[in-house]
């Protein structure tokens, strides 16, 4: 089992751009969980997503982000026309059950210039 | 609402000492799990120690232990016999057994272990 994998690993993205962030959960775990990190604090929920449904988006900013978790495929974070505001490091974690606790990946460092 | 507060932003020791890290939360449930996290620095999460509020017993795992102060509303980590790979930064984590299971981090304690 290769773990929870997220890539890129560092992405850079001018301002006004899209950056999609993906993340691949481990084999048979349904449950994925996306966190933030700005720099020097420490992770901050944003959503949490079962297969094909958004189960608490609470702390997702209202505009400009969007996740999903398809059927096949990875869970998708989407960060429209992104500001300096959003560099920052976004975690995912996945678990099997929510009884289970959780895996995280090794993040993506989002860099807007 | 829940809140985590760790109020050491940096400690630094010697290798082989002993260090303990402090960690006080606020929850209004009744039943939750604690964790410590432990990031160095190529920034993966990795997990420590688990604790389930409704044990007594401090859990431990090799070096690494608990004192749990569930009144107190304290969870602190003690590190024995430290090693220079124990260098990074420590989170302490809050959630609810019940519902999404979002974890609530402190701002965490950046650990040096000197040789």
């Known amino acids: 089992n290769a773990g929870v994998m997220q890539n890129p690993r560092h992405l850079v993205r001018r301002r006004g751009q899209e950056a999609r962030l993906r993340c691949s959960p481990m084999?048979?775990?349904?449950?994925v969980y996306w966190y933030r990190q700005l720099p020097e604090e420490g992770l901050k929920f944003m959503v949490y997503l079962q297969k094909e449904n958004i189960i608490d988006e609470s702390g997702m900013p209202k505009e400009r982000f969007s996740a999903e978790f398809p059927k096949e495929g990875p869970s998708i974070l989407r960060i429209q026309q992104v500001v300096r505001g959003d560099s920052a490091a976004y975690f995912c974690?996945?678990?099997?059950?929510?009884?289970?606790?959780?895996?995280f990946g090794s993040g993506t460092r989002l860099t807007v210039v | 609402a829940q809140t985590v507060t760790q109020s050491q932003p940096e400690m630094s020791v010697q290798e082989a000492e002993t260090v303990t890290l402090s960690c006080t939360y606020d929850t209004s449930e009744n039943n939750y799990y604690l964790f410590w996290y432990k990031q160095p620095p190529s920034r993966q999460m990795i997990l420590v120690i688990r604790q389930e509020a409704y044990k007594q017993q401090n859990a431990t795992e090799n070096r690494f232990s608990v004192n749990f102060q569930k009144a107190a509303k304290s969870f602190s980590l003690k590190i024995s016999d430290s090693q220079l790979g124990d260098t990074a930064m420590y989170f302490c984590a809050l959630t609810p057994t019940q519902g999404a299971q979002k974890l609530v981090f402190g701002q965490g304690t950046r650990l040096t272990i000197n040789p």
């Open positions: 084999k048979g775990h349904s449950h």
């Open positions: 974690a996945s678990s099997p059950s929510l009884d289970y606790g959780y895996t």
